[in-house]
């Protein structure tokens, strides 16, 4: 079994033009990486974890040389990639793993040109890029061949989210485990990809979620309901600008509007005459949001005024 690369990603060679490899980063500018030990889990119910084999000595002295270029920036990646991806499954998760990790070092050591080359090469793996992807997505910490911590920060968490939002369907089942999960950070990301996709599949799970007891968790199941067209969950949305908190309201009244559910104004409506005639400034004023945002139209609280301007249209 293939040992894991030493991720020094950010080392690059100091190259004689200032643009050249990423974008002019030497070895004195960034602290070289340290290699990462161990392989990463799949926690997760719905992801496979990648085969694994032995590779032969000219696949490892190959991987090695598309490594080393990876690591310079040098233009022949592109294509050593495409090798290294047709080399099997197996391979491809090498280089997923790879590639989630110097997407973790160069993070954790500032590097962020790197960051985001990993992150796109993780994307043009696509479905191959689940199994670590998912993974990113279930761990906090992870630790150097020396046995260094290195922490997974909330922004790794929303790289791999992010990744997982471009992969789209196939990373929807792991996704779904992930928000399952009860742990409030990993949950958030989770549900913002799920958002991004707009999955059939995941329309139960975010309605559900968008009534957890954590605010933060159930405004980003609200605002991932923007992409959901369906009575269920224009429901909801109405439903959820009386909630009692402020930060949750607002996100329900922007979901409204983003997702253009210009179906939901006559319920919106009516919604702002009861929290009027009920002293509910909070509800009222988030339904004049949704009202304004959907029409254009700047009539206040008047849930009569409404109700004409709506007929008028």
Known sequence: ????????????????????????????????????????????????????????????AFIDRAWAAFRKGDPAWAELRVQWFDMGPEAAGVLAENLYRAMVLSRARGAL??????????????????PVVIGGLSVRATKTAEGEEVRVGQEILHDAAEVASFIGQGAVPGLLDI???????????????LGNIADPRAEEALLRISSDPNIYIRAEALLALRRYPTAAAGDRLVAALEDPDSFVAERAARAIVAGKRTEV???????????????????????VNALSGLTGEKLGPDAAAWRRALKGN
Not at 120 to 130: G, T
Not at 180 to 193: I, M
Not at 279 to 284: K, M, R, T, V
């Open 265 to 287: 104004l006559p319920a919106v409506v009516d919604l702002l005459d009861r929290a009027a005639r009920a002293g509910n400034i909070l509800a009222a004023k988030e339904c």
């Open 179 to 193: 928000a399952g999960c009860g742990e409030p950070s990993l949950v958030r990301e989770a549900v913002w990809a």
């Open 1 to 60: 079994m293939l040992p894991f690369l030493l991720l020094a990603a950010c080392a690059a060679t100091p190259e004689p033009e200032p643009n050249a490899g990423w974008g002019g980063i030497v070895e004195d500018q960034v602290e070289p990486m340290p290699p990462l030990a161990g392989k990463l889990a799949v926690p997760t119910p719905s992801v496979v974890p990648y085969p694994v084999r032995d590779f032969t000595p000219e696949e490892l």
């Open 113 to 130: 040109q790197v960051v985001e080359i990993s992150k796109k090469e993780l994307m043009a793996l696509r479905d191959a890029a689940v």
